[in-house]
């Protein structure tokens, strides 16, 4: 066993393993799937030193396929959930822990699933997901994933460079957008490196980037509404104020917020209400003030004409109007 190949008493796959593992399984990577396998040892590792796991975690990685991460991780924590999607894979996985890591493999649990869909995991609750995760669902797998499993600290995912920068992007920025606002609802967010083209099999079209994710308590904003009495809100109405707001995003937030707060006068009403400036755009809004515009729906002031708004949900006729809060 050379130091190339082996990671605290487990050896990793080389692209020749990853090879002959497909082989076996009988598994020709997919786009569906988001399916490229990583094959080079020196990028598991590297995930696994930047994750700052530790022997009393709880790993949960999505998507682990033919394992090569999984059996970097295995050696340095006390166990590893592993949800995989494709049967196949899943009903292999074992077997390749058995084999190349047979000291760790009783450290491993594998869950044949959807993640978007996953309900529970069982077992010890994770404390950190490290993963290589399928780009086409990378966000809403995320996202669900922080929402669904409060115990995550801390996260360090792999995913499309472009997804990586929209992740990590503040208020300002060209990238920064309604992905970027919802994983700062949970978590201080930082770009934590690169990963290029070669190391996976077969080589996407397209580079990759590691996103670092730190949990956080929900953020301020309920207190800041004018008159007070604003209780904080939840996910779901925040999260229907950052659609909102980035579904038409060359609009300022007094006509981007209309629809959702059932007028252009009400919308203005709120956003007065939180101290953000109607003119604004939504790109400029940290999720402090996504919040405060939330929470002060319900506690504008209403205007003696009586014309209606989000503190009683009238509209135009006079009917009463819900803000949809789309889950992410």
């Known amino acids: 066993m050379n130091e190339s190949d082996s990671s605290g008493g487990a050896r990793l796959l080389t692209p020749a393993d990853v090879r002959r593992l497909a082989e076996r399984t009988g598994v020709r990577p997919t786009k569906t799937l988001g399916q490229n396998f990583v094959i080079d040892a020196g ?86 997901l490290v993963a290589n995760l399928p780009y086409n669902v990378a966000v809403p797998v995320l996202l669900h994933l922080l929402e669904l499993l409060p115990s ?14 929209r992740l990590a992007a503040g208020p300002g920025s060209r990238t920064y957008g309604s992905p970027s606002a919802k994983a700062a609802w949970y978590a201080e967010v930082r770009r934590a490196g690169s990963v290029g083209r070669g190391v996976f099999w077969p080589v996407p079209n397209v580079d990759s980037g590691l996103v670092a994710l730190t949990r956080r308590s929900a953020p301020p904003g309920a207190d800041g509404c004018e008159g007070g009495g604003a209780s904080a809100p939840d996910r779901r109405a925040v999260f229907a104020v950052v659609d909102a707001a980035f579904a038409q995003r060359r609009k300022t937030l007094r006509a981007a917020l209309a629809g959702w707060a059932g007028s252009a006068p009400a919308a203005e009403r709120v956003l007065r209400a939180a101290g953000v400036d109607p003119r604004a755009r939504g790109e400029s809004l940290d999720i402090a003030a996504f919040t405060r515009i939330a929470a002060c729906a319900g506690h504008a002031e209403e205007p003696e004409d009586g014309t209606g708004g989000p503190a009683d949900g009238g509209g135009k006729d006079g009917s009463r109007r819900r803000s949809s809060g789309r889950r992410a």
């Open 152 to 165: 995550l600290r801390r996260a360090l995912v792999m995913v499309q460079a472009e997804v990586a920068d």
């Open 43 to 128: 990028t598991v590792r590297r995930i696994v030193r930047t994750a700052g796991v530790g022997a009393e975690d709880t790993v949960l990685e999505v998507g682990p396929g033919l394992g090569s991460l999984t059996l970097a991780l295995l050696p340095h924590v006390r166990a590893v959930t592993a949800v995989e999607i494709d049967p196949r894979l899943a009903d292999e996985l074992p077997r390749t822990a058995a084999g190349f890591a047979p000291a760790h493999a009783d450290r491993l649990r594998v869950l044949t699933a959807d993640a978007m869909r996953v309900a529970e995991i069982p077992g010890p609750a994770p404390t950190a």
